[in-house]
């Protein structure tokens, strides 16, 4: 059984800390509304770490806690303690609700933002470089798999240092199948300028997750031509609501029946919360989008 959850990056919550973000039980309340059962964690801190209050509150709002991301700097060795801080929480707040997926981001990168979706143009890591950012994505995986009992995907993250698809499938070789899966964002993916659909017919058999989003092909052409940065292009509206750009959702979930897949399938429409923009009308299309195609 394929079920549809949603995140509160929907509602434009990237970081714990941010002041535009809005009030956590009212992403609750609005994602049960506009059609969800399941909800992500979002950054950790952004919703009570006390299990008590949080899983009260996803009671009153018959959710479900689908799991959690690190979206860290793995990519930065003098950021270490700051990811194992995240990953150390995200943790124990899932393993609480007893959530089932840890899904690890490389964040943002200064070096990697202005080549957003041009995997020729890229900054590459040197090999040091590259086996100590492969070792610190392994050593969180190995806890939380083995330490939590969780089910850990990389996530492929246009801006950081994994990215691109040979980076990503380079990851897997190296890192052992029985901790590190896949959570699989059919949206970065795109605009990383790869077939999301190929990639799935390649490896269904490590994709444990699945993020849901779309790619709006005007304007990833457009910031391509004009070479613009990843913030830039996220403030034109590159990530369009389910449906209305370039990633072919029937394809994709062909491809999830083909395989047997089950479990979580989690819609992220990432959102400026700086525009005009409306998180629960656009959660509301995006549910009614994946039931008119069979979801």
Known sequence: MIRIGNA??????????????????????????????????????????????????????????????????????????????????????????????????????????PTAGRAGEAVQMDAGEWAAF??????????GAEDYGLTVGIHA???????????????????????????FDTGHHSYAGFDPVAFMARHMGRISYMHFKDIDPAVKADVIARRTGFYEACG???FCKLGLGDVDFP??????????????CTVEQDCDPTLDVTPMEDARYNREYLASIGF
């Open 8 to 113: 509160p990056c929907s509602w434009g919550v990237e970081f714990a800390g941010d002041a535009r973000n809005p009030p956590w039980r009212q992403v609750l309340q609005e994602n049960r509304d506009a059609g969800y059962t399941g909800i992500e964690l979002g950054p950790v801190g952004y919703m009570p770490e006390d299990p008590v209050e949080l899983g009260e509150a996803l009671s009153e709002f018959s959710q479900e806690l689908i799991g959690g991301v690190v979206f860290r700097p793995f990519h930065d060795p003098d950021a270490w303690d700051d990811v194992l801080d995240g990953a150390v929480r995200t943790c124990k707040a899932l393993a609480a609700h007893g959530a089932q997926h840890l899904v690890l981001i490389d964040s943002i990168s200064e070096r990697r933002a």
């Open 134 to 143: 492969r070792d610190r994505i392994a050593t969180v995986a190995k806890m």
């Open 157 to 183: 993250h246009a801006a950081g240092f994994m990215d691109f698809e040979p980076e990503l499938e380079r990851l897997l070789d190296e890192v052992d199948e029985r901790l590190l899966k896949i959570c």
């Open 236 to 238: 034109q509206g590159i």
């Open 251 to 264: 394809a994709v979930r062909q491809m999830l029946l083909d395989h047997g897949f089950e479990g979580w």
